[in-house]
């Protein structure tokens, strides 16, 4: 009988009489060893949750109260565990302002679908520093009537992970040498920006532009020149241009400029501004200040284009007649 009572197999309510004084002591040593090994598994618990870079973390939805939140959000978040759970308040005010109502308009979808295996969005953290997190959760308990009681969580931090996308993104889509758009990138998106606007019956611009004289620049003064000249106005393509607006580098010395719910007289004034920033331009060389000029070609958009490249032709076409016309101008196809 002392031998199951120490297994712990004899319930109390089978001993018939008190226990002796071998049966106490085996009894409270076996107490105290139960008590350590709670004791160890509570400090392996509290050593993996440190050791998890995410912030595992619960909330009554019922009380709105978040009842708890593991080590790490004092290193993701940049705040005491206090913060977060003094109210969910709290935890909201921690949200970018722009993800705030996307952050919580995934929480109703995870209320009515029980669980979400992602949602990314922006925090701020205590010191100011924006971070992306991806957070995992679901619905762990529901009340009787089938109501949501406990929502669980793992908020992991991506930022890295962001900022490899956005470079890779960037990568793709930008040409290295000027940062504006490259080809491919342009006429995809100049191709969406077409059918929207016949679909639509919205207005829209078409500016392709070339250096003038840029080989002469490249044999005088060497590639490494040219390549400066190809910044400096990519540069002045950017600040004339609006939002919504895109810029790219679609050839050698070529660019093009799409102009979405642009009419003629408004890409009239936006070519034009473009035209006089370049003349601006002063770049250093050997021999002095170089004057930088560009020869421009506009087309609009007509009711009878069928296809992004009956835009592109016409404004090809302008493009080399203001060349054969003296350079430095825009000429409307």
């Not at 050791?51 to 009554?60: C, F, G, I, P, R």
């Not at 708890?68 to 308040?89: H, K, N, T, W």
């Not at 109501?147 to 889509?173: C, F, H, N, S």
Request: overall charge negative; proline content about 2%; glycine content about 8%.
């Amino acid at each position: 009988m002392i031998l199951d009572f120490y297994n712990g197999d004899l319930m109390d309510e089978q001993l018939t009489g008190p226990l002796s004084a071998d049966e106490t002591m085996l009894a409270l040593l076996h107490s105290r060893a139960e008590a350590e090994r709670l004791r160890d598994r509570e400090r392996l618990f509290s050593a993996l949750l440190e050791s998890v870079n995410a912030v595992l973390w619960a909330l009554d939805w019922q009380t709105r109260e978040i009842v708890y939140v593991s080590p790490a959000y004092e290193q993701i978040f940049g705040r005491p565990m206090a913060f977060a759970l003094s109210s969910y308040d709290d935890w909201l005010n921690n949200i970018y302002p722009d993800d705030l109502q996307y952050a919580q308009d995934s929480l109703n979808q995870v209320l009515q679908q029980g669980a979400m295996e992602s949602r990314e969005y922006r925090i701020i953290r205590g010191d100011g520093e924006v971070r992306w997190l991806s957070d995992k959760c679901f619905v762990s308990q529901r009340t009787e009537a089938g109501m949501p009681l406990l929502i669980v969580g793992m908020a992991e931090d991506i930022t890295d992970k962001k900022r490899m996308e956005e470079e890779l993104q960037r990568l793709a889509t930008t040409d290295v040498l000027t940062r504006s758009s490259n080809r491919r990138h342009f006429f995809e998106s100049a191709q969406r920006a077409f059918e929207f606007a016949k679909a639509s019956g919205e207005s829209l611009a078409f500016l392709l532009m070339d250096i003038d004289d840029f080989k002469k620049i490249n044999d005088r003064f060497g590639h490494q020149m040219g390549d400066l000249v190809l910044q400096r106005v990519a540069e002045c393509g950017a600040q004339a241009t609006r939002r919504g607006d895109l810029f790219g580098r679609i050839g050698g010395e070529e660019f093009a400029l799409l102009l979405p719910g642009c009419d003629l007289e408004l890409a009239e004034q936006i070519g034009g501004r473009l035209q006089r920033a370049v003349r601006q331009l002063m770049v250093p060389t050997t021999d002095g200040p170089l004057r930088v000029t560009i020869s421009q070609g506009l087309a609009i958009l007509h009711e009878s284009d069928t296809g992004l490249d009956a835009l592109y032709a016409r404004a090809d076409e302008a493009m080399y007649k203001a060349k054969r016309q003296g350079k430095d101008q825009i000429v409307q196809g």
